[in-house]
């Protein structure tokens, strides 16, 4: 498959703005995308400025947001727990095979579409017993990005995940720090450096993006190398 695994540092480190950035910078390009994130929950808070992360992605890549997210719950809670208090819980094997299946060509003849599949949380948050956010990007094969906070904590945070992932067999193509502002601070732009030289590893930055505009997002994910990343 031809594409890109987000995952991130913590919980809301920005994965899915950086997850519709890039879908909408390349539909702007030209390019069919395909996005799923397999599992999705605390939909029982009330929505904000930005729309339900399956909504986002949606509207990113122009599919179904039911599409993008097969499983999605109510309470804010890992996943894990999420599915048991519905008494579903998640078949890794289905799964997997599931986003395998997503991405079908437009028409006959067209190469399939660039996916992109975003994580829960962090790579060690549990989907089902024994099944982990990092044993569903091995299992996937797709090479990985890592989306973190620019402040203070993220050296830690960044290097922890890099490890895990290498560990893992996974290739990380970049680190992302987002929201990265106009004028980044002293720390902002130390822990940049330090996650790069630490790391060995690129760390590109998206831009703040004021609201969920799709060509607000397509411009901020245009910003990232992301042709190098495919």
């Not at 339900?52 to 890992?78: F, N, Q």
């Not at 599915?83 to 067209?110: H, T, W, Y």
């Not at 050296?155 to 929201?179: D, M, Q, W, Y």
């Amino acid at each position: 498959m031809r594409g890109l695994f987000v995952t991130g540092t913590d919980t809301g480190v920005g994965k899915p703005v950086l997850t519709a950035a890039l879908a909408a910078a390349m539909r702007a390009a030209g390019q069919s995308v395909s996005i799923r994130k397999p599992v999705l929950t605390g939909l029982d808070e009330p929505p904000g400025i930005w729309p339900a992360d399956h909504v986002l992605l949606g509207e990113a890549s122009g599919e179904p947001p039911d599409t993008v997210a097969p499983l999605r719950y109510g309470p804010p809670v890992s996943p894990h727990l999420a599915a048991e208090l519905a008494r579903a819980p998640v078949d890794p094997a289905r799964l997997v095979a599931e986003i395998r299946a997503a991405p079908a060509p437009v028409e006959a003849g067209d190469p399939p579409p660039t996916l992109l599949v975003e994580g829960v949380g962090g790579l060690l948050v549990p989907l089902a017993e024994r099944f982990t956010v990092c044993d569903l990007a091995v299992e996937l094969g797709l090479e990985v990005l890592i989306a973190a906070r620019p402040g203070l904590g993220t050296i830690n945070h960044s290097l922890l995940t890099l490890t895990v992932a290498r560990e893992a067999g996974l290739r990380v193509k970049a680190v992302v720090f987002t929201p990265w502002p106009s004028r980044p601070s002293a720390i902002e732009l130390s822990n940049r450096e330090t996650v790069e030289r630490l790391g060995e590893v690129q760390v590109a930055v998206l831009p703040m993006i004021a609201d969920p505009d799709v060509q607000a997002l397509a411009a901020a994910g245009e910003a990232l190398p992301w042709r190098e990343w495919l």
